[in-house]
Each structure stands twice: as structure tokens, then as C-alpha cells.
């Protein structure tokens, strides 16, 4: 509010006391809009009216000049109507997707705050004032923790024990976000934050993409605990479906569990077993000999892959997406192209050299059988590295020319 100090609780004058009557949401401009509250509808009539009742309620009780953005996916049953009719903004999104449906609301607020819940009434609006003091006490980002509260019937059991555990846990390992419900609906943040979050998903995945964000921007995140009532109307989840998009999401956008880690291992497990079978060292009790190294020269090459494409994947992230990622920031200012050029021009002339040495020993007994075999594999799993890191290098190079200024 202009001449106002905006406290905790609401907007306060200079003196400290408070206003003498809370204004009523229809009646605040929009330069006095301190909170949005933005609620994501697909055929909620039987809930929708009152959700935007209590969540006006809610800030009108604490004197917290705000609106309520009613995000409309399509409905066919009347919902923007009643939202309208209780007090909302209705905005329309015709693009069907939670997280379409939220950009939309997220585009049409007005407020210095953003609070995003449900419309299906498991989530009580009264808590709206909690997540709002956490913001005026510097948090960037709000989330709420269910997991202790939970009234009977609220969750499946497959979503409360395996499916939400299990998929913060990776969460949490991926991107060290250090949250306990990482999809929980109510949630808020600061409007300032939104071009630094760049969220693009549209489907439930977006709960996903919020959180990992706000991680990797380093964004200050904080939790309070909540209830998670059981929900009024239809469900549009789909426990295995939607597990999976948030499961694919993680993935897609951690290159270092995804490629870098396996592509390492399977790299060092192959090196390993092609070292043992050429020192003819015993391990587990037996000899290994060239089947032994036909596999562990494919692990190595497999691996050597995998790696390059981890790091053309973090390389994407970090010169396309604007993404910041120290490891790779690190690795980019110390290597160069040339550097990789040189040690897979090495690698590569290495095998051709070896190649070559067997070739005349082969020609030099007269042909027939070929008796190097290890050795021949050796040759043929180098000249395969050395291709792969001379190419990897080269498009490193070539997704540096698009990166940010």
C-alpha cells in the first residue's frame, strides 16, 4: 500500500498501529495488492465457490490487501461462474495441464506474493497467513509439509508411503533441495522470483519442476507444517502416470545421476576388468581371459559414451538454459577444445599404432590364424575411444557458440 509499512500481518501505518478497517478484496487497486492467491480449476463446481470464499476470508481477517485468481483449464460445469460470483479474477487457459492452467494464474496476479492451492478443498486457505509471515521474513519460497498431518482418507497409501517419499528422496539426492513433501499443492513465493524459476512445464510435473528450480537458483526455502484434508470431488491423478512424469522429470534434468555417474562407473568397471585380463591377474577365484575382456572393452566403450553425453548435457544446461552449474563452470574454464582433441587424437593413434604392430606380426608369420586377439581387442577398443572423445570434443565446442552472455 502507498504510505503504508507493510508488517507481518498486513499493512500498518508509519506509527505502527494498525489500519482502522480491512478493506474488502473488491474494493483494493492494484497497486495495493501485497498477496494473489492463485487456485488452478478444472470442473470444480462443488468446491470452487468455497475455496475463493475462504481464502478472501483469510486475508481480509488479516488485513492482507489481496486478490483471488481463479485459473480456469476448460471447465465445462459452470465453475468460473461461481468463482466470479464469490469474489475471484477469472482467467482463462484453454491449453489443458496443471501447469499451464497455474502459469496463466501466475501471468494475471498482481501481488508482491503469490500462494498457489488446490480447488478441491484439501488444503485449508486459513493457513494462507502463515506462508505469507515466512515471505515478509525474507523467504523466497514457501512449501508446505503434509506428511505429519494427514487426516485419514486424505492420501492413498501408495502415494503417503512409497510414490511422495520415494520421489522427494530423489528429489532431495538429484538436487539437494532439502524438503520433506516436494508435492505438496500450497505453496508461495515471491513474484520476483518467476523469471528467475523460468517455469515451462504444463503437466503435474510442474510441482516437480517449482522445487528444482527454486534448488538450483539456491533460492531460500522453508516449510511449514500443514493439514491435508481428504479431497471433495473427482481426483485427476493418476498415481502410476503422473509418478512417472515426475520420475522422467527428475531424470531428464539431473544429467549427473542420469549420464555422468553410470557412464563413470560402467567406464571403470570395464577399464578394470580389460586391466586384469592383460596383467593376467585371478579375481573371484578364476582367471578372466578374452571373453571377460570383450565385455568389460564394451563397458568401457558404453560408458565413455554415456559420459560424453552427460556432459553435452550439462553443457546444454548451462549455455542454452542459463542454468549455473559449478562442476561444469570449473571443467569448462580448465579444458578446452583442443585439450580434448589432443588426448583422443592420443588415444586414437595409440590403437592405430597397436592396430598396425599386429597387422606386421600377422603378415610377418604368414597370415592365417590371428593369435593376438587380446591385444587386437585392445587396439580396436582404443581407436572406438579415441573417435568418441575426438567428436564429444568437437560438440562440446559447437553448444559453447550458443551460450548466454
Not at 521474513?137 to 492413498?156: L, Q, T, W, Y
Not at 574454464?333 to 599386429?358: F, K, N, Q, S
Amino acid at each position: 500500500m502507498r504510505g503504508a509499512v507493510e508488517g507481518p500481518r498486513g499493512p500498518k501505518r508509519a506509527d505502527g498501529a494498525a489500519l482502522a478497517e480491512p478493506r474488502r478484496l473488491e474494493e483494493t487497486s492494484e497497486s495495493e495488492v501485497l498477496v494473489s492467491v492463485v487456485i488452478p480449476c478444472l470442473n470444480e463446481a462443488g468446491t470452487i465457490e468455497r475455496c475463493v470464499r475462504a481464502a478472501r476470508r483469510a486475508l481480509d481477517d488479516h488485513e492482507l490487501p489481496g486478490e483471488v485468481v481463479v485459473a480456469d483449464n476448460g471447465s465445462t460445469d459452470g465453475s468460473p461462474e461461481l468463482a466470479r460470483s464469490a469474489g475471484a479474477r477469472v482467467v482463462k487457459e484453454p491449453r489443458r495441464g496443471y501447469g499451464s492452467a497455474y502459469l496463466a494464474g501466475f501471468a494475471a496476479a498482481r501481488g508482491e506474493y503469490i500462494v498457489m492451492a488446490d480447488a478441491d478443498l484439501t488444503y485449508d486457505f486459513g493457513d494462507i497467513p502463515r506462508f505469507v509471515e515466512e515471505l515478509d521474513s525474507d523467504a523466497e519460497f514457501v512449501i508446505g509439509d503434509r506428511m505429519k498431518n494427514i487426516e485419514p482418507g486424505a492420501m492413498p497409501w501408495l502415494n503417503r508411503y512409497l510414490g511422495n517419499p520415494v520421489l522427494t528422496g530423489i528429489l532431495n539426492l538429484f538436487f539437494r533441495a532439502g524438503v520433506h513433501d516436494a508435492h505438496c499443492g500450497m505453496r508461495a513465493f515471491r513474484r520476483s522470483v518467476l523469471p528467475v524459476l523460468d517455469l515451462r512445464t504444463t503437466g503435474m510435473e510442474f510441482a516437480s519442476e517449482m522445487v528444482i528450480r527454486a534448488a538450483k537458483e539456491q533460492l531460500d526455502i522453508r516449510e511449514i507444517p500443514i493439514a491435508y484434508h481428504p479431497r471433495e470431488g473427482e481426483s485427476k491423478l493418476s498415481p502410476w502416470r503422473d509418478g512417472w512424469r515426475h520420475l522422467r522429470f527428475l531424470l531428464v534434468h539431473s544429467p549427473t545421476y542420469l549420464f555422468v555417474l553410470p557412464g563413470a562407473l560402467m567406464a571403470l568397471i570395464g577399464m578394470l576388468v580389460v586391466g586384469l585380463v592383460l596383467a593376467e591377474i585371478s579375481a573371484l577365484g578364476r582367471n578372466w581371459d578374452l571373453h571377460a575382456m570383450i565385455g568389460g572393452s564394451l563397458l568401457l566403450i558404453v560408458g565413455a559414451q554415456v559420459l560424453g553425453l552427460g556432459l553435452c548435457a550439462r553443457a546444454y544446461g548451462v549455455y542454452i538454459l542459463g542454468e549455473h552449474d559449478r562442476w561444469f563452470e570449473t571443467f569448462r574454464a580448465r579444458v578446452r577444445l583442443e585439450h580434448g582433441l589432443a588426448v583422443g587424437g592420443i588415444v586414437l593413434i595409440v590403437g592405430l599404432v597397436l592396430g598396425a604392430w599386429i597387422v606386421a606380426k600377422w603378415v610377418e608369420r604368414g597370415g592365417g590364424e590371428l593369435s593376438e586377439g587380446k591385444l587386437a581387442l585392445l587396439a580396436a577398443t582404443l581407436v572406438i575411444l579415441g573417435i568418441q572423445i575426438f567428436f564429444s570434443s568437437f560438440l562440446l565446442s559447437i553448444l559453447g557458440l550458443r551460450r548466454r552472455r
